[in-house]
């Protein structure tokens, strides 16, 4: 592996702005500086510009949850990847909790992926399948229908600079959380560069980071960053958890540095 892992800490509708300034502080006492590990904090959109000012940009960086995809105008409620291209690195886009409970289709992703880019923030382009289309065997027909709409309108230049993460839907605590096999994360990380492979090549589908976005914590992590082709993880619960978030943190330096080591 010659790149870092990306480990994304998702904290969804959680933390006011104080509750977010004692995280941030504990995260600072507990991790250090990690060489093969890139670190990003996703605060609710009230709370990106307070933590803004108090992250080490040198351990963190930051990323939105959601964002709309018109730069400006008469949208009540909504900001836009415009207002946050100074404040953000990455956004999440697409998350299961935003397809489900805010029925945002696949336009609507694909607009707000073109946005991001537009804007030079890195889309982190969550897909997955639910059970029932698991258990009704459209897995690979759901996850291809949605990424291939999702970069649908990107250039091939625009296409390395996106992440993609897989998130199994019946294994994300919100909607069941069980626990996916390494197994099978190794088959659809494959499919999900192999389809990249068939529309953009064979370099891009090498270059472009996969993380898995089920449910993990500082004790199952691992068994999913060891997984060949796997780039990193999107963490939910367990990234409100200072304890569990620096374990994850320090497992996936461990398994960057047996990487290198494994290189040699
Ligand atoms: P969880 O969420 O870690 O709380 O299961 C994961 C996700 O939403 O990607």
């Known amino acids: 592996m010659d790149r870092k892992i990306l480990i994304v800490g998702n904290w969804k509708m959680n933390l006011n702005v104080s509750q977010a300034s004692l995280l941030v502080q504990r995260l600072h006492e507990r991790i250090k500086i990690h060489r093969g590990v890139e670190i990003v904090l996703a ?3 009230l709370t990106l510009q307070p933590v803004s000012t108090e992250i080490d940009r040198r351990k963190f960086r930051l990323s939105a949850q959601d964002a ?4 400006e105008g008469a949208y ?6 415009a207002m946050l291209r100074d404040l953000v690195s990455y956004c999440i886009i697409g998350h299961s909790e935003r397809r489900i409970y805010f029925n945002e289709t696949l336009d609507t992703v694909k607009e707000k992926v073109s946005a991001a880019v537009r804007n030079e923030i890195t889309p982190i382009i969550c897909i997955g399948e639910t059970k029932i289309e698991r258990q009704s065997g ?3 027909q759901v996850l291809h229908d949605q990424l291939t709409t999702a970069i649908a309108d990107l250039t091939s230049s625009e296409i390395d600079n996106i992440v993609i993460a897989y998130e199994p839907v019946w294994a994300i605590s919100t909607f ?3 626990i996916a096999k390494p197994n099978d994360i190794k088959d659809i990380i494959n499919f999900i560069r ?12 090498k270059r472009i980071r996969v993380l898995y976005g089920g449910s993990v914590d500082d004790n199952t992590v691992t068994s999913y960053l060891e997984i060949p082709g796997c780039d990193g993880a999107l963490v939910g619960g367990a990234s409100l958890n200072y304890h569990k978030f620096s374990g994850i943190v320090d497992k996936a330096s461990l398994v960057y540095q047996k990487s290198k080591i494994r290189i040699k």
């Open 43 to 45: 605060p609710t959109m």
């Open 68 to 71: 709309y995809s018109k730069d």
């Open 76 to 81: 009540t409620g909504q900001v836009s990847f």
């Open 138 to 140: 459209e897995t690979k």
């Open 176 to 178: 069941g959380g069980e």
């Open 194 to 205: 192999d389809q990249i492979s068939h529309l953009y090549g064979l370099g891009t589908a």
